[in-house]
C-alpha cells in the first residue's frame, strides 16, 4: 500500500510541477502518468474522469489527482495524489512568483517564449488522444455535437459549465435510451 501512495504522489507530483501554462498544459502530463506510465486507467477512463472532471468547480488537476488516487489506493490514495499536486502548486507559486518578477528580464523572456509553443503542442496532443475516444463510429452525430459546441464556445459569451451541462444532458437523450 505504501508503494501504491508514493507512486501516486510521484505521478501527480511530476505531471504539475513539468505542467507549464496551467491546468490545461498538465493534462497531457498527467495522461502520461495515469495511463501510460501506471496503467492506473486506460484512454476511455481518462476521457471520462476528464471529461466529468470540466463539468465540475475547480482546478483539473486536483480533481484527476483525486479520483487517480481514489482509484489506486482509496481514501488515502486520493490525499496523496491531491498532496502530490498541492505540495508541488504550493512550490511553484513561490518560484512563480520568481518568475514574474524576473519576466521582464531578456534570459527569462527568450526562456518563456520558447516554452510557449511547448505548451500549445502538449495540449493539441492531449486533444488529439482524447479526441480519438471522443468522437466513435457507433455516434457519428458526436461530429456535429463538437462542432456546434465549437461555434457557441467562439460566437456566444455562455458559461462553459452551461454548455458541459447541456452535452450531458443532450448525451443522455440521443445516446443514453435503449432504442427499441
Not at 509553443?117 to 479526441?131: F, H, K, N, T
Amino acid at each position: 500500500m505504501i508503494k501504491k501512495l508514493w507512486e501516486v504522489f510521484i505521478g501527480c507530483a511530476r505531471a504539475t510541477n513539468l505542467g507549464f501554462g496551467g491546468g490545461p498544459a498538465m493534462i497531457p502530463l498527467i495522461q502520461r502518468e495515469a495511463v501510460t506510465r501506471y496503467k492506473w486507467l486506460t484512454e476511455e477512463e481518462f476521457a471520462d474522469a476528464l471529461a466529468i472532471g470540466n463539468s465540475l468547480p475547480g482546478p483539473i488537476a486536483t480533481k484527476l489527482a483525486s479520483y487517480m488516487g481514489y482509484k489506486v489506493a482509496g481514501w488515502p490514495g486520493a490525499l496523496a495524489g491531491l498532496l502530490g499536486t498541492l505540495l508541488s502548486t504550493f512550490v511553484i507559486v513561490i518560484l512563480g512568483d520568481l518568475l514574474i518578477r524576473y519576466s521582464h528580464t531578456p534570459a527569462l523572456s527568450a526562456a518563456l517564449t520558447a516554452v510557449r509553443p511547448v505548451v500549445v503542442v502538449l495540449i493539441a496532443q492531449s486533444a488529439y488522444d482524447l479526441g480519438k475516444k471522443s468522437f466513435p463510429k457507433k455516434y457519428r452525430s458526436t461530429w456535429a455535437v463538437a462542432v456546434v459546441a465549437l461555434a457557441i464556445l467562439f460566437m456566444t459569451s455562455v458559461h462553459p459549465g452551461i454548455l458541459v451541462i447541456c452535452a450531458l444532458v443532450f448525451g443522455y437523450i440521443a445516446y443514453g435510451r435503449k432504442k427499441d
